[in-house]
């Protein structure tokens, strides 16, 4: 699976908390919206699986800050104009925070895009003395 997982950017604490609510507050105004996610864990990794039909794996940008795992990208708009009796189908930026419950291994993690969802599995640190940096 190729890897789009990379460590946060040195970012001030306000724009983190900026990014945490937009990604965690989806509102009609804002034009953000999230996901469908699962998040589940086996033995040895927790993996978290995001439902978003249409896109490509480069159109995803996924960080890890602080055991927040921070899933944000953008769907293109259809660009043929219809005239709608329902729409269901979100267009436009998204954005999902997952809070891990436990330590990863972020240099073995890995994820993949295929058939409209992206999988990231993040392989649980294998020791207390592991430190994972944002």
Do not use: C
Request: no cysteine; proline share 5%; aromatic share 6%.
């Amino acid at each position: 699976m190729p890897t789009v997982i990379r460590r946060a950017a040195t970012v001030t604490l306000a724009d983190r908390r900026r990014q945490v609510r937009r990604a965690v507050s989806w509102q009609m105004t804002t034009g953000m919206w999230s996901p469908p996610t699962d998040v589940s864990e086996t033995e040895t990794d927790y993996i978290v699986t995001l439902e978003v039909a249409g896109m490509r794996e480069a159109d995803f940008e996924v960080v890890l800050d602080n055991g927040l795992l921070l899933v944000t990208g953008q769907r293109p708009d259809v660009t043929e104009r219809l005239a709608y009796h329902q729409m269901e189908i979100h267009f436009g930026k998204f954005s999902t925070a997952i809070a891990l419950p436990g330590p990863v291994d972020l240099d073995a993690a890995a994820a993949e895009y295929k058939d409209g969802f992206l999988v990231i599995k993040l392989p649980k640190a294998k020791s207390t003395n592991v430190k994972i940096e944002g």
